[in-house]
């Protein structure tokens, strides 16, 4: 698909990967309309951009429908829809269910959620777009977080059976699949941030993938072939992410250990002198 003159509406627009996409549309002559779960941030960052934001939390089926009515209402019309916004939380089994329900919730359900609402409309139109987040963790898995793993391969699940599904009624989908990207998403990742890249990177990628109407999106060189050995020789890829592990857990307890260091030397160059107050 071009981008000049659609409208386009991106979720979890306020921070990383949804606020490159956005800016990047706006600056391809798309109509776009930011939308995120915090108000204010968004508001301001949809502003700067060029976009109009509508607040909605796409953890809740009503905000989406909310979200879609609102820009079919004013805008008239959508060719393509981001759900872009997602969370990484917890890590183990241990993980609370009310916890596994909220990621469930945002990075699974948001994206059955908006094609709920939006396939009738784009099946009378014969046409329309859905761009779906999930991550690399979708194709291989996060060494970190469960949870993450698990909703991720489930949004690239539900994307291909989508994409399958609709083709030949003119909807596409396309999924993206990132490895680590420069956003405070892997703030506490320090294996992600080893080879990540940009949201510039990652935008020129996204926009020439949805350009070709390309359904997977990948980011790093690494992932297919990882993806390939996953499939190809499944004892060797779990050896291999069993090393990497390790090496993850050893990166992240240096990283935990600076962070701490870090706060203690602040707390004492910011702590009261007390020599002379005895
Ligand atoms: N950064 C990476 O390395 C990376 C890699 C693979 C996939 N991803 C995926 O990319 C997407 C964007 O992540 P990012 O890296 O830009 O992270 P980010 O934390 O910078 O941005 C996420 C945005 O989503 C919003 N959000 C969170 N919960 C929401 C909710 N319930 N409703 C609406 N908005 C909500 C946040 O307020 C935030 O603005 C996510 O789906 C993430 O899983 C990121």
Redesign the pocket.
């Known amino acids: 698909m071009e981008f000049k003159d659609k409208v386009i509406v991106v979720?979890?627009?306020?921070?990383?990967?949804?606020l490159a996409l956005t800016q990047r549309f706006v600056q391809e002559g798309a109509t776009v309309i930011a939308?995120?779960?915090?108000a204010e941030a968004g508001a301001q960052k949809a502003a700067e951009a060029g976009a109009r934001f509508v607040q909605?939390?796409?953890?809740q089926e009503a905000d989406i429908v909310r979200l879609i009515d609102d820009v079919l209402g004013k805008e008239g019309r959508i060719d393509l829809f981001c759900s872009?916004?997602?969370?990484?939380i917890g890590a183990g089994p241990e993980t609370l269910d009310k916890h596994w329900d909220l990621i469930h919730r945002?990075?699974v359900m948001s994206h059955v959620w908006a094609a709920r609402k939006l396939l009738p409309y784009y099946l009378e139109r014969g046409e329309g777009y859905f761009l779906n987040?999930a991550?690399?963790?979708g194709l291989l898995t996060e060494l970190h977080s469960a949870p993450y793993a698990v909703t991720?391969h489930a949004a690239l699940a539900f994307a291909e059976w989508l994409g399958i599904t609709y083709r030949n009624q003119g909807i596409f989908v396309s999924a993206l699949c990132?490895?680590?990207?420069w956003?405070?998403?892997?703030e506490n990742a320090p294996i992600?941030q080893q080879t990540?890249i940009t949201t510039d990177e990652l935008v020129e990628k996204t926009l020439a993938a949805l350009r070709e109407n390309r359904f997977l999106i990948t980011t790093h060189e690494s992932t297919l072939p990882a993806a390939q050995l996953r499939a190809g020789d499944n004892e060797k890829w779990m050896g291999k992410m069993v090393r990497l592990r390790e090496k993850a857990m050893g990166l992240l307890e240096n990283h935990h250990a600076l962070a701490n260091a870090e706060a203690a030397n602040k707390a004492e160059a910011g702590a009261p002198r007390t020599e002379g107050h005895a």
């Open positions: 979720t979890g627009a306020a921070s990383g990967i949804g939308s995120d779960l915090k909605a939390d796409v953890g872009n916004a997602g969370i990484g945002v990075n987040t991550s690399a963790a991720k990132p490895e680590g990207v956003t405070p998403m892997i992600l990540a």
